[in-house]
């Protein structure tokens, strides 16, 4: 079956970086589209960015533009978080999603029903 399991979180100060790792089994790695989504205390749940299946587009949330950057690793299974400039209100726990031949699932909170598979999430949390 498949699985996911997310890495990499940690308490920061602001301003600083983070790096979250998600490795993936039981899965065609480019038959899914895989992302990250986050949910802060007592907020909803917040695509952060996905790239859809096959590789096609990378989508991010317009919160993180320009301050995170995702990528894979074909050979380990891995997805990557790059997270810079950190805010505090990123913070939250960041989970790792997976849609069998999904397409920009993270762009919607709709999209979030549709994923296949998560984790159990990693914590970041961002000082002031």
């Known amino acids: 079956r498949v699985q996911v399991v997310e890495s990499g979180g940690g308490l920061v100060q602001a301003g600083g970086s983070l790096r979250l790792s998600c490795t993936a089994s039981?899965?065609?790695?480019?038959?899914?589209?895989m992302g990250w989504f986050r949910q802060a205390p007592g907020k909803e749940r917040e695509g952060v960015a996905c790239?859809?299946?096959?590789?096609?587009?990378?989508v991010y949330a317009d919160s993180v533009k320009g301050r995170f950057t995702m990528s894979r690793d074909h050979a380990k299974n891995t997805l990557h978080l790059q997270m810079n400039s950190l805010k505090t209100e990123d913070t939250a726990m960041y989970y790792c999603?997976?849609?069998?031949?999904?397409?920009?699932?993270?762009?919607?909170?709709?999209?979030?029903?549709?994923?296949?598979?998560w984790g159990q999430g990693t914590l970041v949390t961002v000082s002031s």
């Open positions: 039981g899965l065609t790695f480019d038959d899914y589209a």
């Open positions: 999603g997976a849609e069998h031949y999904g397409g920009p699932w993270c762009a919607e909170t709709s999209g979030l029903s549709a994923l296949d598979a």
């Open positions: 790239i859809t299946w096959r590789g096609g587009s990378t």
